[in-house]
Antibody, heavy 115, light 107 residues
Framework: EVQLVESGGGLVQPGGSLRLSCVASGFTFDNFAMTWVRQAAGTGLEWIAALSASDDVPYYADSVKGRFTISRDDSLNTVYLQMSSLRVEDTALYYC????????WGQGILVTVSS | AIQMTQSPSSLSASVGDRVTITCRASQDIRDDFGWYQQRPGKTPKLLIFAASKLERGVPSRFSGSVSGTVFTLTINSLQPEDFASYYCLQYFKYPYTFGRGTRLEIK
């Protein structure tokens, strides 16, 4: 069974940093691109970052480019999202997801940016 | 970035009805496109990939089609568990983009 488990969320002040982790199991991790998607309360899904399996090239939404960094450690079956210069509008539930077609999702981890 | 214009934003229907939801891409995205269902308080779930291919385990009352840059999700014979929000996603070109969603409510 494919499982994706996020951790590292919480409350942070504007301008602060946070690192999310997502541990994967149930599939061959290094064969898949990994993606982060977020959803602010009561709103839709926003694709924010992805990292390919083959060449480790990261891709970002304009809303997070230059502030967020996606990375992975295939030896730990883990993908990370380093978030810096956080803004109130980054408050959301952050999902880790598998692949380019996003065929599996974690349960999500809440990030709240507030003073 | 490629824009995905999804409509309608909300829709009321009854059990047993047939409904359609559309997404229009701002440019050609071939069939690099998917539909997702999100029930209230739950994680999104992939329904359709490659525009028209049914994800394993998804009931056959769900179907997807494409004509040019217009993608359609059809749900035949609505069931109570189908009342949810639906999102489209283009994965043709980075940054990938979701549609703004359609909330399907019980009439």
């Amino acid at each position: 069974e494919v499982q994706l488990v996020e951790s590292g969320g919480g409350l942070v002040q504007p301008g602060g940093s946070l690192r999310l982790s997502c541990v994967a199991s149930g599939f061959t991790f290094d064969n898949f691109a990994m993606t982060w998607v977020r959803q602010a309360a009561g709103t839709g899904l926003e694709w924010i970052a992805a990292l390919s399996a083959s060449d480790d090239v990261p891709y970002y939404a304009d809303s997070v480019k230059g502030r967020f960094t996606i990375s992975r450690d295939d030896s730990l079956n883990t993908v990370y999202l380093q978030m810096s210069s956080l803004r109130v509008e980054d408050t959301a539930l952050y999902y880790c997801a598998r692949g380019l077609t996003i065929d599996a999702w974690g349960q999500g981890i809440l990030v709240t940016v507030s003073s | 970035a490629i824009q995905m214009t999804q409509s309608p934003s909300s829709l009321s229907a009854s059990v047993g009805d047939r409904v359609t939801i559309t997404c229009r891409a701002s440019q050609d995205i071939r069939d690099d496109f998917g539909w997702y269902q999100q029930r209230p308080g739950k994680t999104p779930k992939l329904l359709i990939f490659a525009a028209s291919k049914l994800e394993r385990g998804v009931p056959s009352r769900f179907s997807g089609s494409v004509s040019g840059t217009v993608f359609t999700l059809t749900i035949n014979s609505l069931q109570p568990e189908d009342f949810a929000s639906y999102y489209c996603l283009q994965y043709f070109k980075y940054p990938y983009t979701f549609g703004r969603g359609t909330r399907l409510e019980i009439k």
